[in-house]
């Protein structure tokens, strides 16, 4: 007599591999909204230290201060437009 496993014959590697890719995407999409919050913390962080109450002059006296506001800056639109490349992708909308 020969047993045949039902869970076998309806078990789908193919359904696995989705759920697979569409929790890692959740994942990833969660974690870089999550950095870009940091990095956006981070930049209003940097703006107290220049300016106000809070002011350390080794950041505002000379270009280091600026230059690490314009990078921080970037960082934030770099990962901005990385996130809306993967909404792009993920959602299959036309830009």
């Given at each position: 007599?020969?047993?045949?496993?039902?869970?076998?014959?309806?078990?789908?590697?193919?359904?696995?591999?989705?759920?697979?890719?569409?929790?890692?995407?959740?994942?990833?999409?969660?974690?870089?909204?999550?950095g870009?919050?940091?990095?956006?913390?981070?930049?209003?962080?940097?703006?107290?230290?220049?300016?106000?109450?809070?002011?350390d002059v080794?950041?505002?006296?000379?270009?280091?201060?600026?230059?690490?506001?314009?990078?921080?800056?970037?960082?934030?639109?770099?990962?901005?437009?990385?996130?809306?490349?993967?909404?792009?992708?993920?959602?299959k909308?036309?830009?």
């Amino acid at each position: 007599m020969n047993v045949t496993n039902l869970f076998d014959q309806l078990h789908d590697p193919y359904a696995d591999h989705d759920d697979a890719v569409t929790e890692k995407r959740a994942e990833l999409i969660t974690h870089l909204t999550y950095g870009i919050r940091v990095m956006e913390h981070a930049a209003e962080l940097l703006d107290d230290l220049r300016s106000g109450a809070a002011e350390d002059v080794e950041l505002v006296d000379g270009r280091d201060g600026r230059d690490c506001a314009a990078h921080l800056d970037a960082a934030v639109r770099t990962a901005r437009a990385a996130y809306a490349v993967l909404h792009v992708v993920f959602e299959k909308e036309q830009p």
